[in-house]
């Protein structure tokens, strides 16, 4: 009786692996680790402007590193070919806010903690399926101590800011998400 088990056993195990490797033999699972799911034969090129500042509050150099960090993402997680004009999709668009605000305030009546938070509205065109056309504002907000000096951390709390935008943007666009 003893066999008879060890014997049912074996068959369970060895049936349990043979169904796995059909399984993962029959079925075709693709993974993109960039999160892009573009297809290539149809979209190859991509135009993506520079993106202005209308906000009313401004810090000089965030037009720059926003506009480097987007076409940055596009370039080091697809293959798509940046051009000046005629992509095959487009992403433009502007900054429309930058502003800063107190979040918490201390027993004594003085700001404890503020808050930053950046908006970019984006027009995406898709020339390959116009419907999935787009006009969207993406924002981001981070937070810091007041014991610290703004200027001491404004460019860290940008560029997260900006590299949380240009993830978002390149969800809504490429990844599908």
């Excluded at 926003?66 to 596009?74: S, Y």
């Excluded at 014991?147 to 809504?172: C, H, K, P, Y």
């Amino acid at each position: 009786m003893d066999l008879t088990n060890s014997k049912k056993k074996r068959f369970g195990v060895s049936f349990a692996a043979l169904f796995a490797v059909v399984l993962l033999l029959s079925c075709s699972v693709s993974y993109r680790f960039n999160g892009a799911s573009i297809d290539y034969t149809k979209t190859k090129t991509i135009q993506i402007a520079d993106f202005p500042i209308r906000s009313s509050y401004v810090w000089a150099p965030m037009a720059s590193i926003f506009n480097n960090e987007l076409k940055d993402i596009f370039a080091n997680n697809t293959r798509l070919i940046q051009v000046k004009n005629n992509g095959d999709l487009k992403i433009e668009g502007e900054i429309t806010q930058y502003s800063q605000r107190n979040k918490a305030v201390t027993a004594e009546g003085t700001s404890a903690q503020a808050e930053l938070s950046m908006t970019v509205n984006v027009r995406f065109t898709n020339n390959a399926n116009h419907n999935e056309d787009f006009e969207r504002q993406f924002t981001a907000t981070t937070s810091f101590e007041t014991t610290q000096s703004f200027t001491a951390v404004q460019e860290e709390l940008v560029t997260q800011m900006i590299e949380d935008i240009t993830d978002q943007i390149f969800n809504a666009t490429v990844a599908n998400w």
